[in-house]
């Protein structure tokens, strides 16, 4: 059974940084897309970014600049670097992962985790 499970939410405020983690287990994902996608109160769920292999990487536009992905294919895992938080950043955020190529649309990404709580206090 395939399981992604988020670690590194918290509180922390504007201006600061957090790194998230999200350790895969089930199978091996390295030769597949692992990404984050959240979602605040009453919004759509949101594209923050992806990356295939280790080098190819794609970001939300909201996140351009600030947040760096970055993974750990012996490990199974992907990182969410974190820098120059918005209070507009605080949500929930889930690890994904899928086969194939990079993609923004939720609905391509077969695997998702619970979720972990980023809340930016300004």
């Known amino acids: 059974q395939v399981q992604l499970v988020e670690s590194g939410g918290g509180l922390v405020q504007a201006g600061g940084s957090l790194r998230l983690s999200c350790v895969a287990s089930?199978?091996?994902?390295?030769?597949?897309?692992m990404g984050w996608f959240r979602q605040a109160p009453g919004k759509e769920r949101e594209f923050v970014a992806a990356?295939?292999?280790?080098?190819?990487?794609y970001y939300g536009d909201s996140v351009k600049g600030r947040f760096t992905i970055s993974r750990d294919t012996a490990k199974n895992t992907v990182y969410l670097q974190m820098n120059s938080l918005k209070p507009e950043d605080t949500a929930v955020y889930h690890c994904?992962?899928?086969?194939?190529?990079?993609?923004?649309?939720?609905?391509?990404?077969?695997?998702w985790g619970q979720g972990i709580q980023v809340t930016v206090s300004s």
């Open positions: 994904v992962a899928r086969p194939g190529g990079l993609s923004r649309m939720a609905d391509d990404y077969d695997y």
């Open positions: 990356i295939r292999w280790s080098s190819y990487t």
């Open positions: 089930g199978r091996t994902f390295s030769n597949e897309v």
